[in-house]
């Protein structure tokens, strides 16, 4: 895991925040995929193009990525088939936030890294959960949902995630909303996009949890505009759901 060390001495903190919150994906990720055998009827089998995540704009307003690749070991292990994994940071803003997202062709392998799983694996307890919906583009609205969690012990450490889910570029804040959209998909199994906006630090205020909220909707539309040309590219005659 060569390169993960290199990641790791580049920037102290900054650079362990984000690739330790993709490490937590990955362990929590591997006992759930065990249970959700379920979701395998809504598997596409046309994959999207390798780089198709990668496509993602660095420069999104006032925000600048910094990519974080993974190891290859740790890749096979997150048991997804792509991903785009950033540290996004602007001018005057007190913190980075890391930007995962990630896609498989087996939802069960996307649902599997959702925060409210892969936190408490971990050993930090969830401290809140709400819905949001943030205003976007021509009055449009952004379903996602907020999480907190705290870590005791030496370094207390606190964390919050906002994440959504794609489903055929339909923004989505839950689980149960993902289920929903697959039973209604029509025309093949529709490709889901799970996006994390990651933030931990020793103490979170309503700042830096506006620092989220403001990432997710400045890229909204970037992302949105990155799964509908994804699927566009990729080959035809999608599977039909059995």
Known sequence: MGRLSQFLEKDGAVWRAGLLAVLMLVVSGISYRVAAARYDRFANPVPLAKNSLSLLPHRIGEWGGEDLPLDGAVFSLLGVDAYVNRMYSRPGASHPIALFISYSTHPRDVLAHRPEICYPSAGWARTSTKVLELPV????????????????????RQACVLSYYLVDSVPLAS???????????????PYVFLVQFILEAEAIGEDEMGLLEELAVASASDIALLQR??????PKGRSQEP
């Open 137 to 156: 583009a021509q009055a449009e609205r952004l379903l996602c949902q907020k999480q907190t969690f705290q870590r005791g012990g030496l370094g207390d």
């Open 175 to 189: 689980i149960s909303d993902v289920r929903n959209q697959l039973l209604m998909a029509r025309g093949g199994a």
């Open 229 to 234: 040309n994804a699927v566009a590219a990729a």
